[in-house]
């Protein structure tokens, strides 16, 4: 039998709890370093944003509509780099850690050891990216790049409130984790890139706040000096706003999914996942009608 090219939901849904399961069991210091990868590969995306957007001068004074959909065009490459290359994302791990919880599939506290494990990895790769190779590359050095870069810093995180951010950052991750959602459920590369595309494309022309990719905008604006702007001011207005606003767009796509498909989902026990165990059998084998295929073939048999 063919293999269908997109998953249904509950197999995706499914897909989720075992990427927790295995996110959880990485040690430590590998996912701390996929998440300073995916910090590059995500500033990679913001960096062209910024390209295209600030150099369309012209464009912005006519039409400033227009450059905002085509600096959030060219955005999702960032990600579609860290899903193909199986990096960590603070924002996805949002969505798929409260999932594996919810079903008894992980430990309640690999939640806060891997938020704060990866919160830190995306922001080294992050900061490293805006000072070494922007900054000291001075490769957008220039006017009207630098003040761009100054610019689009001070639209997010000096001129909005605190509660704008933080509804920014809801709508952000809830495309973000729609995107990862799409994704997954697609089977082949390029399937993977549009399902990843789009949402990411709305989200950022549409000013939306993801904490991460503010790790490299913001930080960027205060190494460019730009006015008003501080480390204190990123961390307490921008930072945490969009933090929290993330998780809350995250879990209005998880928690509907554990809803609508996982309510005859069983984890097999916590001590399973500990000792490094595999999914148990009807697990492994879940069919969207939530039942299992070992349920099943006792019925066969008889």
């Not at 204190?232 to 995250?250: C, D, F, T």
């Not at 509907?256 to 001590?271: C, E, S, T």
Request: hydrophobic content about 50%; proline content about 4%.
């Amino acid at each position: 039998m063919e293999t269908p090219s997109t998953l249904k939901p509950a197999q995706v849904a499914v897909a989720m709890i075992e990427h927790g399961i295995a996110k959880h069991r990485t040690r430590a210091d590998i996912v701390f370093f996929k998440a300073v990868m995916a910090g590059v590969m995500l500033s990679f995306g913001g960096l062209l944003s910024e390209i295209i957007s600030g150099g369309a001068t012209g464009l912005t004074a006519s039409n400033p509509g227009i450059v905002k959909v085509l600096g959030g065009f060219v955005f999702p490459v960032g990600l579609v780099m860290i899903v193909l290359q199986g990096h960590e994302l603070l924002t996805s791990n949002m969505m798929i850690f409260p999932m594996a919880i919810v079903k008894g599939a992980i430990p309640w506290w690999s939640l806060p050891l891997n938020w704060f494990v990866v919160t830190a990895g995306n922001l080294m790769g992050s900061l490293f990216f805006a000072e070494v190779l922007v900054k000291q590359s001075g490769i957008i050095s220039t006017n009207p790049y630098m003040a761009y870069a100054q610019t689009f810093a001070i639209h997010k995180a000096v001129e909005p409130e605190w509660y704008q951010i933080f509804l920014r950052g809801i709508g952000c991750n809830w495309l973000v984790s729609v995107a990862i959602w799409q994704a997954a459920g697609a089977s082949d590369t390029l399937s993977k890139i549009f399902a990843i595309w789009i949402p990411i494309w709305i989200f950022v022309s549409a000013g939306f706040d993801h904490v991460v990719a503010n790790m490299f905008s913001v930080p960027l604006g205060i190494m460019f000096h730009a006015e008003g702007l501080s480390t204190a001011l990123y961390i307490r207005k921008s930072l945490i706003a969009a933090y929290l606003g993330n998780i809350v767009g995250a879990l209005l796509v998880g928690l509907p999914a554990v809803y609508f498909y996982l309510n005859d989902y069983k984890a097999g026990g916590l001590r399973g996942v500990e000792e490094g165990e595999g999914l148990n059998e009807g697990n492994a084998s879940f069919r969207e009608n939530g039942s299992d295929n070992a349920s099943d073939r006792k019925r066969e048999a008889r």
